[in-house]
């Protein structure tokens, strides 16, 4: 089992509309959470952080998290061809550090 | 503030040829990590150093070798280049001290090819 999954997708959405994001993790004893987005050919950009149960808003960007359900997702508001990218999750791996363990992405496509 | 930075941007490299890859950031972070990303693949660990003077493997360290050379500059090195480390390679920093700065910051990559 992969220690951190998102759909691959890619999702499609229309400009204007909502586009959800979502990841599982399998450790319990992760605490913080990240949303990095990256466009193609370029790095990962970090846009969310998240360490509570609960929602977290940044402009058009909300971040939620359920630890109980180990379940974090990402929701982008009146969506834009520019949030077109791929959408990176990552949770902290326990008593590691600083070490972060990545998902694989989910490709977001926002049609005007 | 550059943030990290990498060099070089691209190289290209025979099979068997050596080299080593730059990085350096300016955000004062403890640690430092080097990845790869393939595609399909993500973004997967080859070495981190959680503080000046320490290093430790990650998921994917065969075939490369790092140093942590002050807080500022971690370097990768590929002693006999493959074809399969034909890849993106991102050099990422964090403060992480605690749960709140575990935030990583990543630099630009370098895309290398290897024939």
């Known amino acids: 089992q992969k220690e951190v999954e998102q759909n691959s997708g890619p999702l499609s959405v229309p400009e204007g509309a909502i586009a959800s994001l979502n990841c599982t993790y399998s450790d319990r004893g992760s605490q913080s959470f990240f949303w990095y987005r990256q466009y193609s050919g370029k790095s990962p950009e970090l846009i969310m952080s998240?360490?509570?149960?609960g929602d977290k808003e940044d402009g058009r960007f909300t971040a939620q998290l359920n630890k109980a359900s180990q379940y974090v997702s990402l929701l982008i508001r009146d969506s834009q061809p520019s949030d077109s990218a791929t959408y990176l999750c990552?949770?902290?791996?326990?008593?590691?550090?600083?070490?972060?363990?990545f998902g694989q992405g989910t490709e977001l496509s926002v049609k005007p | 503030n550059a943030g990290v930075t990498q060099t070089p941007k691209f190289q290209v490299l025979k099979t068997g040829q050596s080299m080593t890859l730059q990085c350096a950031q300016d955000?004062?972070?403890?640690?430092m990590y080097w990845y790869r990303q393939d595609p399909g693949m993500g973004l997967r660990l080859i070495y981190y150093?959680?503080?000046?003077?320490?290093?430790d493997k990650g998921e994917v360290p065969n075939g490369y070798n790092v140093s942590r050379l002050n807080k500022r500059e971690f370097s990768l090195r590929l002693e006999s280049a493959a074809p399969s480390q034909t890849s993106v390679y991102f050099c990422?920093?964090?403060?992480?001290?605690?749960?709140?700065?575990?935030?990583?910051?990543f630099g630009p990559g370098t895309r290398l090819t290897v024939t």
């Open positions: 990422a920093s964090s403060e992480a001290l605690t749960g709140a700065n575990y935030e990583q910051y």
């Open positions: 990552a949770v902290n791996a326990p008593n590691q550090g600083g070490k972060l363990i």
């Open positions: 150093s959680a503080s000046e003077g320490t290093t």
């Open positions: 998240i360490y509570s149960n």
């Open positions: 955000m004062n972070h403890n640690s």
